[in-house]
């Protein structure tokens, strides 16, 4: 008989799990990481590719059916491709993703491919190099751009760009992101600067709206339409260029929360559960895995998380408190 559903106390159906491999990165962008000084978890407290797979498995036994692969940067851990295709070969995972920066990709798009992956989020907040430099701290936009061809040319199936919106520094770079993903079928999603940087700089006045963004791509591109969601728990809004060419996702997590319709749930690459990218608690999962507890344990601490969901993160309240986490250590 099939198990129930994860199902939490707002009658939200959890089928989306976010995992983190590592919580290394090879750029520094300023929004995410300090330049210097960033502690890293140790790696004998990172899940190895047996405990991802057991919780997964697990996971899908209880109605898990999309997975996304995060980090840090997931480029990073060592023998990916075939974490990779360990996932992909298990029963009822109908859609597999992975989010990087693509420094790496020249080197690991194919490996990946080959190991079953076919989706992909680049992230790339800018086409002009000294502004790259600038976000990032590491001038390594040709490798981005070298990667995002050759995942072309093996036929990847869906890369979308992801573009992180901070106000008074990517206004020029909306536009032209959108005419080179309109020119190569990519999908750009901007995504609207959130509280979840080491250094707490963000302040609502730094995030480029939504809805500002999108007056600026029908202005200058052509007037963008709402796409129908084929799944309304998706995070992003979708809307296609008029002209037919082309479609962006809007993440509009500040000026439009969408924790109402939220499926996913998150585990860290040190084997903590989270019910919410700004959770300020979770649930050791590492522990379970580490000290012969059973499934049945573990799916009990899974239904327990999802139980504990709360309604949202309430960024556009006095009573929003950030993660005691930093992104990079959470999983984008």
């Known amino acids: ?14 089928d989306n799990l976010r995992v983190s491999v ?16 960033v502690q890293f978890v140790e790696r004998r407290e990172i899940l190895d590719f047996e405990e991802i797979e057991r919780f997964v498995r697990i996971g899908v036994s ?26 992909s ?11 990087t920066n693509g420094v790496l990709l020249p080197q690991l798009a194919e490996p990946l491919y080959q190991a079953g992956l076919r989706r992909l989020n680049v992230h790339l907040d800018t086409l002009d190099r000294q502004r790259f430099l600038q976000i990032t701290r590491r ?3 040709e490798k981005v751009l070298a990667g995002l061809a050759v995942c072309k040319k093996l036929g990847y199936t869906k890369i979308k760009i992801n573009a ?21 079928g990519y999908e750009v999603r901007y995504i609207e600067f959130m509280p979840l940087d080491a250094q707490h700089l963000w302040d609502r006045s730094k995030v480029l709206l939504a809805d500002d963004i999108l007056a600026m791509l029908s202005r200058e591109i052509a007037p963008l339409i709402p796409v129908p969601d084929p799944d309304p728990r998706a995070p992003a809004s979708e809307y296609q260029f008029s ?14 929360p969408f924790c109402l319709n939220c499926n996913r749930l998150r585990l860290t690459a040190d084997g903590h559960l989270r019910y919410c990218l700004f959770a300020v608690d979770e649930d050791d999962v590492k522990t379970l895995l580490r000290s012969g507890a059973s499934d049945a344990e573990i799916e009990a ?32």
Not at 23 to 37: A, H, K, L, S, V
Not at 166 to 178: G, Q, T
Request: aromatic share 4%; proline share 7%; charged share 25%.
């Open 243 to 256: 002209d037919g060419i082309g479609r962006i996702g809007l993440i509009a997590s500040v000026s439009r």
């Open 62 to 87: 209880l109605g898990i059916r999309k997975l996304r692969i995060t980090g840090g940067e997931p480029l990073l851990r060592r023998d990916l491709p075939v974490l990779i295709g360990r996932l």
């Open 89 to 99: 070969a298990i029963p009822g995972i109908q859609d597999m993703a992975l989010t």
């Open 1 to 14: 008989m099939a198990a129930a559903p994860l199902i939490d106390s707002l009658g939200r159906v959890h």
């Open 22 to 37: 590592t919580d290394r990165c090879n750029i520094r962008c300023f929004y995410c990481m300090p330049e210097t000084g």
């Open 301 to 332: 601490l899974v239904r327990r998380n999802v139980a504990d969901k709360w309604i949202g993160h309430e960024i556009n309240s006095t009573r929003f408190v950030a993660p005691p986490r930093p992104m990079y250590s959470i999983g984008g």
């Open 164 to 184: 992180v919106a901070v106000k008074n520094l990517v206004e020029p770079d909306i536009v032209p992101l959108a005419r080179f993903a309109r020119e190569n």
């Open 139 to 141: 001038d390594e936009i």
